[in-house]
């Protein structure tokens, strides 16, 4: 009996482990082994060319995988501004819900890709590489003007040519 019981409370304690390591909007795990979203050391060739086709575009906002800081193993779905390539690759900026009044957070407003309609900033000092794979699906676009304005702040942190 007392055997079972273990077998039971461990099988608990992964449940709850792994409870902890899900997403609440993306209802999606935490932990990545196949990480493929990393941070860009190339060039970036930016543009603005977004199409509503359900593939990602320069422009748009797409829901993908991101790394936390902290812990590249670990991170969650979320909200990334498409602003270009590098190399093969799809270059973005992450949002988040939360204003910081930090100089590298870009306001860009609320827009289809949060379905709580919050308004979002851009975390212009982190610049990442996606595949197509990478990209979950596409949130909507960012009008020009806004996506001027993460490109101009992006360029006071990273190496990027129109």
Do not use: C
């Not at 829901?63 to 093969?88: C, H, M, S, Y």
């Not at 992450?94 to 379905?115: C, E, F, I, Q, Y």
């Amino acid at each position: 009996m007392v055997k079972w019981l273990d077998i039971l409370l461990r099988l608990f304690r992964q449940v709850q482990a792994a409870q902890r390591e899900r997403d609440g909007i993306a209802k999606k795990t935490t932990k990545r082994a196949d990480r493929r979203t990393e941070h860009v050391d190339d060039r970036v060739r930016i543009s603005y060319s977004p199409e509503a086709d359900g593939d990602a575009d320069p422009g748009e906002v797409v829901w993908a995988w991101v790394p936390f800081r902290e812990d590249a193993n670990r991170g969650k779905d979320r909200p990334v501004v498409i602003v270009g390539r590098t190399g093969d690759d799809w270059a973005g900026v992450p949002l988040t819900s939360k204003n910081k009044g930090r100089n590298d957070h870009v306001p860009v407003g609320s827009g289809g890709w949060d379905p709580k309609g919050r308004p979002s900033w851009a975390k212009v000092d982190r610049l990442l590489r996606l595949d197509d794979g990478d990209v979950r699906r596409e949130g909507s676009a960012l009008d020009r003007d806004r996506f001027d304005d993460v490109v101009g702040n992006l360029r006071k942190y990273h190496d990027v040519t129109p």
